[in-house]
């Protein structure tokens, strides 16, 4: 079973920045380097919806209205995704979760969620 660790969710103010992390320490890098990463939110009462998603060949996608906030990158020697934050606004407030998924889909993974608190 592939354990993912995400860290860097929090408390910050309305326009702020955060940058979580999500690690794969239990994967190869060449394992790792196969996989499409993306991240996803769940806010209360709400369903998950697609933050961002980047393609093991560089393919970039966004959810609504969130191209030019959210900056996805990835690092396959340290076997580690990001998610870059900024001008943070309160509906951002959400449960965090990081994936890892094949291309064909046969394989997907799931971090453990981080709370992101936006306040007004």
């Known amino acids: 079973q592939v354990q993912l660790v995400e860290s860097g969710g929090g408390l910050v103010q309305a326009g702020g920045s955060l940058t979580l992390s999500c690690a794969a320490p239990s994967l190869s890098v060449s394992a790792f380097s196969r996989y499409d990463v993306a991240w996803y939110r769940r806010a209360p009462g709400n369903a998950r919806e697609l933050v961002t998603s980047?393609?093991?060949?560089?393919?970039?996608r966004y959810g609504d209205s969130l191209r030019g906030r959210f900056s996805p990158s990835r690092n396959d020697l340290g076997k580690i995704h990001s998610l870059h934050m900024k001008s943070l606004k309160p509906e951002d407030t959400a449960v965090y979760y990081c994936?890892?998924?094949?291309?064909?889909?046969?394989?997907?993974?799931w971090g453990q969620g981080t709370q992101v608190t936006v306040s007004s």
């Open positions: 994936n890892l998924r094949s291309s064909t889909g046969a394989d997907e993974y």
């Open positions: 980047l393609s093991r060949d560089g393919l970039l």
